[in-house]
């Protein structure tokens, strides 16, 4: 975020990450028919979408209402089987995609609000360690959950059991939509590069304009001293819940993504579990806590370096747990403040308009 | 007349600790009241009930003749109390505007949805909130940094700050809790005529803590002198500071 | 009589539950930080021991001894390194760097064993008992996990009452500027609590491995995070608190398994730490922790 940030600085620094976005956008699409893309690379363009929207959810969390959320996994696997189990329940009726796609999006999100709001309740009034715990937990249990849910359609209606599709007593021309451990087959692919890019565009106004707004400021006035914020009148609990659900709903649509890129969706720990939410962590801190635009850039860069780079890969996971303890000492030690403090000519210019003030 | 702020019989207990035990204050509007008292006296705490932070084990709090006993801090802040804070506790990063801005909140209202959606209505309040913010910042001389982060600023400007962040709530009544603390002698002077100033532009009536004694008697009509969790003297500023008792208790053999 | 047999093994399980919140609840109480790596340190003391016992081919006690001051070690070297320069940070940068340092290890442990699961030889072998006419069996593993918890929970108490350092730690949780300015070494202090909850962890890690016998990178992070919960369940910071809420953690997961569903079990064990989050934020015997204004 600029530090010294002016009405019109804000509105600039807000244009510069939606024209990047969308001038990648218009590179890649050039690349892509220019055919210089290898087929590998362009299978990557919609996880790249999911992962620049999961960061930049995970870091209105983190960076602007300050609390750790260890289960956007759990958030995004929400919106996954809740958008999917949608699109193969209607990919028979409702034959327009632009408008079944348009739902399943609206229900991945809103799926997802809805248990940010059962997580958010209980757990935002404590201290930040335990939001950490009760989303890491929430995730787990929503991975575990799904590998034992049998959900089947016919036309009386929903089926559901825990035990097998057997159990499910499915009607003529019923068919299994979520096959417990084996999960959801033949969601409909509608997810694609250029969707991604419009919803990305479309999450980065509603947190762009969120933070730069009275509720931003609440929020952020929160994160930085919640016994003052209480002090002058904020609703505590309003804001970070607030925060919080939009996060949470924004993981979600990122789910809804997820499910419509793949034909078959499981809930496993490489996709849904605990690494999911670690990676997006580290895309967070890598770009800067708080800092929108530094999120989108890490997210695209992590992801494309491993690939880029296969040797890398047996690393990869080690070289993120560096990546996070480095960069917390080197922000926070005193003995690396003092470096940075020595060596930084911002700082070095700012504290000299303040003597120039004083004098 | 009725006071402003009618404290009574007000008492907390830590565990077996009591810390505060009946006290008693009146203010009335208008009033620059000071509460002085030796480290440990209990002053801080007796804000804390004030405000909501501390809920207190018996007695009253009565502000314009509603009870406010008990009630949560955001509750105690919109019925008219605002509060500064020993240790300062600004919005380290955010901006000195937005540090106002954010005391503004519960004036200047519109919807979180509004806000994303950028409606005609948030261009229109968030004009008038940058003004009346900067109104407030001009009283304290901020005007010019209010684009620093607010943990840029040096320590005495810090102080202002939370006064006018605390005011820009539109409070009845001011708590400042060692305003003066960490400042020099030009500074403190200088801190005394804008407590004034507030009092007779804002209509505002303040209660402060302070151990500056030149502070104390130079802006303040009343005090109340605590020791030990309780009313040691209580009156008019000279009185009091003249009372035998106050002087070997509070300001030395 | 099935329903003791699941409760003796619940107990069982939940008294490694409280080894591992013991270590959580200490450190959280002195140096006010979730230390989200303790459950990995487990998974290397597992490790130690597999090493020490199927490579090196040493009698049990040996390895578990080894584990003891590997774990020792390896705890106090994290906090000097990750911890102790991020006093002044915010909380959120600490957890951070916990969830780093959990991270680390298990990928350490990932590179150094592979992904492959160890079987874990027992480090237990005392005969199983057969009580009432062989309706309840406990394993050898059982009754030492429970003699060796019951032991371990005496004894630190008796070391945080009678010891000096047992004091200094108390003061150090109560405040740590005054427990400064009173001459306490705050800094070593930290540091003993981390040895301590490692050298727990280390033990639990035996007990652990030799009750569950398998052991991956990932060995360690479940119960660590459920013992989390036993340590939020019983009241964080209290040490009779994590005894307790760990053993009726462990109850609860396994009456859960054996009644209700083994999938879901894990499940009831985080919606326990949801409701206990609802009901009563500070645990079974928590003190109310509020901050200074």
Same mark, same amino acid.
């Given at each position: 975020?600029?530090?010294?940030?002016?009405?019109?600085?804000?509105?600039?620094?807000?244009?510069?990450?939606?024209?990047?976005?969308?001038?990648?956008?218009?590179?890649?699409?050039?690349?892509?028919?220019?055919?210089?893309?290898?087929?590998?690379?362009?299978?990557?363009? #919609?996880?790249?979408?999911?992962?620049?929207?999961?960061?930049?959810?995970? *870091?209105?969390?983190?960076?602007?209402?300050?609390?750790?959320?260890?289960?956007?996994?759990?958030?995004?696997?929400?919106?996954?089987?809740?958008?999917?189990?949608?699109?193969?329940?209607?990919?028979?009726?409702?034959?327009?995609?632009?408008?079944?796609?348009?739902?399943?999006?609206?229900?991945?999100?809103?799926?997802?609000?809805?248990?940010? #709001?059962?997580?958010?309740?209980?757990?935002?009034?404590?201290?930040?360690?335990?939001?950490?715990?009760?989303?890491?937990?929430?995730?787990?249990?929503?991975?575990?959950?799904?590998?034992?849910?049998?959900?089947?359609?016919?036309?009386?209606?929903?089926?559901?059991?825990?035990?097998?599709?057997?159990?499910?007593?499915?009607?003529?021309?019923?068919?299994?939509?979520?096959?417990?451990?084996?999960?959801?087959?033949?969601?409909?692919?509608?997810?694609?590069?250029?969707?991604?890019?419009?919803?990305?565009?479309?999450?980065?106004?509603?947190?762009?304009?969120?933070?730069?707004?009275?509720?931003?400021?609440?929020?952020?006035?929160?994160?930085?001293?919640?016994?003052?914020?209480?002090?002058?009148?904020?609703?505590?609990?309003?804001?970070?819940?607030?925060?919080?659900?939009?996060?949470?709903?924004?993981?979600?649509?990122?789910?809804?993504?997820?499910?419509?890129?793949?034909?078959?969706?499981?809930?496993?720990?490489? *996709?849904?579990?605990?690494?999911?939410?670690?990676?997006?962590?580290?895309?967070?801190?890598?770009?800067?806590?708080?800092?929108?635009?530094?999120?989108?850039?890490?997210?695209?860069?992590?992801?494309?370096?491993?690939?880029?780079?296969?040797?890398?890969?047996?690393?990869?996971?080690?070289?993120?747990?560096? #990546?996070?303890?480095?960069?917390?000492?080197?922000?926070?030690?005193?003995?690396?403040?003092?470096?940075?403090?020595?060596?930084?000519?911002?700082?070095?210019?700012?504290?000299?308009?303040?003597?120039?003030?004083?004098? | 007349?009725?006071?402003?702020?009618?404290?009574?019989?007000?008492?907390?207990?830590?565990?077996?600790?009591?810390?505060?035990?009946?006290?008693?204050?009146?203010?009335?509007?208008?009033?620059?009241?000071?509460? &002085?008292?030796?480290?440990?006296?209990?002053?801080?705490?007796?804000?804390?009930?004030?405000?909501?932070?501390?809920?207190?084990?018996?007695?009253?709090?009565?502000?314009?003749?509603?009870?406010?006993?008990?009630?949560?801090?955001?509750?105690?802040?919109?019925?008219?109390?605002?509060?500064?804070?020993?240790?300062?506790?600004?919005?380290?990063?955010?901006?000195?505007?937005?540090?106002?801005?954010?005391?503004?909140?519960?004036?200047?209202?519109?919807?979180?949805?509004?806000?994303?959606?950028?409606?005609?209505?948030?261009?229109?309040?968030?004009?008038?909130?940058?003004?009346?913010?900067?109104?407030?910042?001009?009283?304290?001389?901020?005007?010019?940094?209010?684009?620093?982060?607010?943990?840029?600023?040096?320590?005495?400007?810090?102080?202002?700050?939370?006064?006018?962040?605390?005011?820009?709530?539109?409070?009845?009544?001011?708590?400042?809790?060692?305003?003066?603390?960490?400042?020099?002698?030009?500074?403190?002077?200088?801190?005394?005529?804008? &407590?004034?100033?507030?009092?007779?532009?804002?209509?505002?009536?303040?209660?402060?803590?302070?151990?500056?004694?030149?502070?104390?008697?130079?802006?303040?009509?009343?005090?109340?002198?605590?020791?030990?969790?309780?009313?040691?003297?209580?009156?008019?500023?000279?009185?009091?500071?003249?009372?035998?008792?106050?002087?070997?208790?509070?300001?030395?053999? | 009589?099935?329903?003791?047999?699941?409760?003796?093994?619940?107990?069982?399980?939940?008294?490694?539950?409280?080894?591992?919140?013991?270590?959580?609840?200490? $450190?959280?109480?002195?140096?006010?930080?979730?230390?989200?790596?303790?459950?990995?340190?487990?998974?290397?003391?597992?490790?130690?021991?597999?090493?020490?016992?199927?490579?090196?081919?040493?009698?049990?006690?040996?390895?578990?001894?080894?584990?003891?001051?590997?774990?020792?070690?390896?705890?106090?070297?994290?906090?000097?390194?990750?911890?102790?320069?991020?006093?002044?940070?915010?909380?959120?940068?600490?957890?951070?760097?916990?969830?780093?340092?959990?991270?680390?290890?298990?990928?350490?442990?990932?590179?150094?064993?592979?992904?492959?699961?160890?079987?874990?030889?027992?480090?237990?072998?005392?005969?199983?008992?057969?009580?009432?006419?062989?309706?309840?069996?406990?394993?050898?593993?059982?009754?030492?996990?429970?003699?060796?918890?019951?032991?371990?929970?005496?004894?630190?108490?008796?070391?945080?009452?009678?010891?000096?350092?047992?004091?200094?730690?108390?003061?150090?949780?109560?405040?740590?500027?005054?427990?400064?300015?009173?001459?306490?070494?705050?800094?070593?202090?930290?540091?003993?609590?981390?040895?301590?909850?490692?050298?727990?962890?280390?033990?639990?890690?035996?007990?652990?491995?030799?009750?569950?016998?398998?052991?991956?990178?990932?060995?360690?992070?479940?119960?660590?995070?459920?013992?989390?919960?036993?340590?939020?369940?019983?009241?964080?910071?209290?040490?009779?608190?994590?005894?307790?809420?760990?053993?009726?953690?462990?109850?609860?997961?396994?009456?859960?398994?054996?009644?209700?569903?083994?999938?879901?079990?894990?499940?009831?064990?985080?919606?326990?730490?949801?409701? $206990?989050?609802?009901?009563?934020?500070?645990?079974?015997?928590?003190?109310?922790?509020?901050?200074?204004?």
């Amino acid at each position: 975020m600029d530090k010294l940030k002016k009405m019109n600085k804000t509105t600039k620094s807000n244009f510069i990450t939606y024209a990047m976005v969308i001038v990648a956008y218009i590179i890649m699409q050039v690349l892509v028919s220019a055919g210089v893309v290898s087929s590998l690379m362009t299978g990557l363009l #919609v996880p790249l979408c999911i992962y620049v929207m999961m960061a930049v959810s995970l *870091n209105l969390t983190v960076g602007i209402l300050g609390e750790l959320s260890l289960g956007h996994a759990g958030f995004m696997c929400v919106g996954a089987f809740s958008s999917a189990v949608f699109s193969v329940a209607t990919v028979d009726t409702i034959t327009s995609v632009p408008l079944r796609f348009f739902i399943a999006i609206v229900i991945g999100a809103v799926a997802a609000a809805v248990f940010g #709001v059962i997580l958010g309740i209980p757990v935002l009034r404590l201290r930040g360690d335990y939001l950490a715990i009760v989303t890491l937990a929430f995730g787990e249990i929503v991975k575990n959950f799904i590998n034992v849910v049998y959900l089947g359609m016919d036309g009386k209606g929903f089926h559901f059991s825990m035990k097998d599709t057997g159990s499910l007593n499915l009607g003529e021309g019923g068919k299994v939509i979520i096959n417990g451990a084996q999960g959801i087959t033949g969601t409909p692919k509608n997810a694609t590069f250029t969707i991604g890019i419009v919803i990305i565009l479309i999450t980065l106004f509603i947190v762009l304009n969120l933070i730069h707004s009275r509720a931003g400021r609440a929020i952020m006035a929160i994160r930085d001293n919640r016994i003052a914020a209480e002090s002058v009148g904020i609703n505590i609990t309003k804001y970070k819940l607030m925060a919080f659900t939009i996060s949470a709903s924004i993981a979600g649509v990122g789910g809804v993504l997820y499910a419509h890129n793949l034909s078959t969706l499981t809930a496993l720990p490489k *996709n849904f579990g605990y690494n999911m939410s670690i990676m997006i962590l580290v895309f967070v801190v890598l770009g800067g806590i708080g800092n929108i635009r530094g999120s989108i850039i890490s997210a695209v860069i992590l992801t494309l370096l491993p690939e880029l780079l296969r040797g890398l890969n047996d690393y990869r996971m080690l070289i993120y747990a560096i #990546v996070l303890i480095v960069m917390m000492l080197f922000n926070w030690s005193p003995r690396a403040r003092e470096f940075r403090e020595k060596y930084s000519i911002k700082r070095f210019l700012n504290r000299k308009s303040i003597e120039k003030e004083e004098a | 007349m009725m006071a402003l702020l009618e404290v009574t019989n007000l008492g907390i207990s830590f565990g077996g600790l009591r810390a505060v035990d009946s006290f008693q204050i009146q203010i009335k509007k208008g009033q620059l009241y000071g509460l &002085i008292g030796p480290n440990g006296a209990g002053k801080t705490t007796i804000f804390n009930m004030l405000t909501g932070v501390y809920k207190p084990t018996d007695g009253k709090i009565v502000l314009e003749g509603k009870d406010i006993t008990g009630h949560k801090t955001i509750e105690i802040n919109h019925e008219g109390i605002a509060r500064t804070f020993q240790n300062i506790r600004l919005f380290k990063e955010l901006t000195v505007l937005d540090n106002v801005k954010v005391g503004l909140s519960e004036q200047f209202k519109y919807s979180a949805l509004t806000g994303i959606l950028r409606l005609p209505k948030y261009y229109k309040v968030e004009k008038a909130m940058t003004e009346r913010a900067i109104e407030l910042l001009k009283v304290f001389d901020l005007d010019g940094e209010k684009d620093y982060l607010a943990s840029n600023l040096p320590y005495g400007k810090q102080r202002k700050l939370e006064i006018a962040r605390a005011l820009a709530t539109n409070p009845k009544l001011l708590l400042l809790d060692e305003p003066a603390a960490g400042m020099n002698p030009n500074e403190t002077k200088e801190l005394m005529d804008t &407590i004034r100033f507030v009092r007779d532009e804002f209509d505002m009536t303040i209660l402060l803590i302070e151990h500056d004694m030149k502070l104390v008697s130079g802006i303040c009509e009343e005090l109340t002198v605590l020791n030990f969790g309780q009313v040691l003297a209580q009156g008019e500023t000279s009185k009091v500071l003249n009372d035998p008792q106050v002087i070997t208790a509070y300001l030395g053999e | 009589m099935s329903f003791i047999s699941y409760l003796i093994n619940g107990i069982s399980l939940g008294s490694i539950y409280a080894l591992i919140a013991l270590g959580y609840t200490m $450190v959280y109480g002195i140096a006010k930080m979730l230390n989200f790596a303790h459950g990995d340190i487990i998974m290397i003391g597992g490790y130690t021991i597999f090493v020490v016992m199927n490579t090196l081919g040493m009698p049990p006690i040996l390895g578990v001894l080894v584990a003891v001051v590997v774990c020792t070690i390896l705890g106090v070297t994290i906090e000097k390194i990750a911890y102790k320069p991020l006093r002044q940070a915010s909380p959120l940068a600490v957890l951070i760097t916990a969830i780093g340092v959990s991270y680390l290890l298990q990928n350490v442990a990932l590179l150094i064993f592979g992904a492959n699961t160890k079987l874990f030889t027992s480090v237990v072998s005392i005969p199983a008992i057969s009580l009432a006419d062989g309706q309840i069996n406990l394993s050898g593993e059982t009754t030492v996990t429970i003699v060796v918890s019951v032991v371990i929970m005496v004894g630190l108490m008796l070391f945080i009452r009678k010891s000096k350092t047992g004091q200094a730690m108390l003061a150090v949780s109560e405040d740590k500027g005054a427990a400064e300015l009173m001459g306490i070494n705050v800094n070593a202090t930290i540091a003993v609590t981390f040895a301590i909850g490692s050298a727990l962890a280390a033990i639990a890690g035996a007990l652990l491995c030799s009750a569950y016998p398998t052991l991956t990178p990932y060995t360690g992070a479940m119960p660590g995070i459920k013992a989390f919960v036993a340590a939020v369940f019983g009241g964080i910071g209290s040490i009779p608190g994590a005894f307790i809420g760990g053993i009726l953690l462990g109850v609860i997961e396994n009456l859960s398994k054996a009644y209700i569903s083994s999938q879901m079990a894990d499940a009831i064990v985080f919606a326990v730490l949801i409701v $206990v989050l609802l009901v009563k934020p500070t645990g079974i015997l928590g003190k109310k922790i509020s901050e200074k204004v």
